[in-house]
């Protein structure tokens, strides 16, 4: 079993920026991890994913140019750096890990979330 910290969310004004970090409690360096986003009353939704050496990415349309998704394998922990913020982005964060490769479903492990918003 794997035990996942979401941290980093916030309070922020629209165009701002926020880095979300996510650290595990066992060592991630050979699985996928992801990170996705749940607004109140929709549906958990796949923000970004990163493979287990970083050398592969894949983000949602939503939030691709403005979101980059890394990764320190020496410090068990993935990272969201969000950049030009919208009020639409305005949701709990959840980091997750997946025993494959990347992949935006089918994920193993999930963060407790940490909830961003963003002002406009």
């Known amino acids: 079993q794997v035990q996942l910290v979401d941290s980093g969310g916030g309070l922020v004004q629209a165009g701002g920026s926020l880095r979300l970090s996510c650290t595990a409690s066992?060592?991630?360096?050979?699985?996928?991890m992801g990170w996705f986003r749940q607004a109140p009353g929709k549906e958990r939704e796949f923000v970004a994913a990163?493979?287990?050496?970083?050398?592969?990415?894949v983000y949602a349309d939503s939030v691709k140019g403005r979101f980059t998704i890394s990764r320190d394998n020496a410090k068990n922990t993935v990272y969201l750096q969000m950049n030009s913020l919208k009020p639409e982005d305005t949701a709990v964060y959840y980091c997750?890990?997946?025993?494959?490769?990347?992949?935006?479903?089918?994920?193993?492990?999930w963060g407790q979330g940490t909830q961003v918003t963003v002002s406009s």
């Open positions: 997750a890990v997946r025993f494959g490769g990347v992949a935006l479903t089918s994920y193993d492990y």
């Open positions: 066992k060592r991630i360096s050979a699985y996928a």
């Open positions: 990163i493979n287990w050496s970083g050398g592969s990415t």
